[in-house]
């Protein structure tokens, strides 16, 4: 089993590590062509909200409620029937995403207006940010269809993963990348302004990732026709679990959004500083935690169905199965978490220093990214062990933590406020430790998942080689100062090169800790 998830993990990773790294130069071209200022500051926002649904209904609530009950129909190994489930979700799910999209795209002013509040009170009293509320309303109307699309990519994303086929949602994302950085470079200057010719990037990528499933599904015999089945026995579950999955699963972007509307009455570049940091944050994000989180998923779903193992067995294999998710996500996430942190400004001046970002947007910028990472590991345990209830088709316990870290969120943001846009970061690290510790108290008060010694073990190692990799980089990095003096590739060779001393001396001190491939086995 291990190895199996091992592997799948590899290949996802892999095609995110594609994926992660075209969208950093999406968003190099992107801050080369609009800078941190207003146009930046409209486009990040109406980019930001489709993205936020994205996630919170397609490809979080959604395959979190999805893919357990799909265990299920595959355990009885008939696929006509399975077959018939997927038509079924498809075309219930479909129906109400096309009201959604068709509603907001109408009502896009509403939507900017209470997701912009700072500038729709400025449009009212024909304040400074006035055009940001226009343009936001304009841009949300292109945006908003890629909810539509990417919803249907979700849906057979989650199809192909119970399936094994982790590659092809893996690498979806790589469409849309592409499409962004074409238009920018090839199509903006064809357009009035450059933030509406990315929001068509947005609108094509979406298109490009919907068409790239088709012969996939089509290939498994999966390609079915949909169907409103709004009370099918199995569309209800799948609702059921989802109605409260919808809050749960997705605190970290709705978090996200929150500190969009405080930001909003911020100075202009608040939105894009905290935009770019976060972007960086995801990179290991995507790359480790939530790669390693949709291989998990679907072994524990099966493990907690699984009709020819007694009670004890399935509670330990799943158990080690959660416990190797753990493991995997703090052996890479705390040398990722601390090696952002003193590459901080390197990173941002390497990636975003050209056209309009400039070195004061560097500097705004760098200071969110450092604090952004205390919050990196809680992030990527929350993907992880979130799934211990899913798995069991219980999504009302992390709806209820959800909801206190949401209500802590906003507790933080609001006494953030005098701390500019650096608080807002630092309220969104702190709630997320506040879900990640709630999240596995949960676990072990409900006798699902506690950590094993072994766990606790070898976290104190990775730690102790983690802090040695840092002092290492941290010894031999140039100053701000320094940073600034080199040109382009010179910048680049000097990450290359840290990036591999960290890489080496973080492995060789857990080689001379005791830590072995065994160690990465779930049993």
Not at 337 to 355: K, V
Not at 406 to 423: D, E, Y
Not at 493 to 516: E, P, T
Request: charged share 15%; hydrophobic share 55%; proline share 4%.
């Amino acid at each position: 089993m291990s190895k199996k998830l091992l592997r799948s993990g590899l290949i996802v990773s892999s095609m995110t590590l594609i994926s992660r790294v075209l969208g950093l130069i999406r968003d190099v071209v992107v801050a080369n062509l609009l800078g941190a200022g207003v146009a930046a500051d409209v486009f990040l926002f109406a980019n930001r909200i489709p993205n936020f649904l994205r996630r919170l209904f397609a490809e979080g609530a959604f395959s979190k409620a999805f893919v357990p009950v799909l265990a299920e129909y595959n355990a009885d190994n008939d696929p006509d029937k399975t077959r018939e489930f997927i038509a079924k979700v498809s075309g219930t799910l479909g129906g109400l995403v096309t009201v959604v999209t068709l509603v907001a795209m109408i009502a896009s002013p509403v939507i900017a207006a209470l997701f912009g509040t700072g500038w729709f009170l400025d449009w009212l009293n024909d304040g400074p940010n006035a055009e940001k509320f226009t343009q936001a309303s304009l841009l949300l109307k292109i945006t908003f269809p890629y909810l539509w699309f990417i919803t249907f990519v979700a849906l057979s994303g989650a199809v192909l993963n119970t399936l094994g086929k982790f590659g092809v949602m893996a690498f979806s994302p790589v469409l849309l990348n592409v499409a962004i950085i074409a238009v920018a470079i090839f199509a903006s200057p064809y357009f009035d302004s450059p933030d509406t010719a990315l929001a068509w990037g947005v609108f094509l990528g979406g298109l490009l990732q919907f068409l790239f499933q088709i012969p996939f599904m089509k290939k498994e015999g999966l390609l079915v026709k949909p169907k409103w089945a709004w009370h099918d026995e199995g569309v209800t579950k799948v609702r059921k679990l989802m109605i409260p999955a919808l809050f749960g699963v997705s605190v970290t972007q709705l978090n996200l959004l929150i500190n969009q509307i405080i930001a909003s009455f911020l100075i202009t570049g608040s939105i894009s500083w905290l935009y770019y940091a976060d972007r960086l944050i995801e990179f290991p994000l995507g790359l480790f935690g939530i790669a390693i989180s949709t291989v998990v998923l679907p072994s524990l779903s099966r493990i907690a169905k699984q009709k020819d193992l007694t009670e004890e067995q399935r509670k330990f294999n799943f158990e080690q199965t959660m416990d190797w998710g753990v493991r995997m996500v703090l052996l890479l996430g705390i040398p990722a978490m601390i090696g952002i942190m003193i590459l901080a400004q390197p990173l941002m001046m390497t990636m975003f220093m050209h056209g309009k970002f400039q070195l004061a947007d560097v500097i705004a910028s760098s200071k969110a990214l450092t604090v952004m990472c205390f919050g990196l590991i809680s992030y990527m345990l929350i993907s992880i062990l979130a799934n211990g209830f899913y798995a069991n088709q219980n999504t009302k316990t992390p709806v209820k933590i959800g909801i206190i870290a949401a209500i802590s969120n906003i507790c933080f943001g609001v006494l953030a406020i005098p701390f500019g846009f650096v608080g807002l970061a630092m309220a969104s690290a702190l709630s997320a430790a506040v879900n990640a510790t709630l999240l596995y108290r949960g676990l072990s008060q409900s006798n699902i998942y506690k950590v094993s010694i072994k766990t606790a073990i070898f976290t104190l190692k990775l730690l102790i080689s983690a802090c040695i990799m840092g002092a290492l980089v941290s010894y031999f990095s140039p100053d701000l100062q320094g940073w600034n003096a080199l040109h382009f590739w010179s910048k680049v060779h000097w990450l290359a090169w840290l990036i591999v001393l960290a890489a080496i001396s973080y492995f060789a001190s857990l080689i001379a800790l005791g830590i072995r491939p065994k160690d990465f086995r779930a049993a």
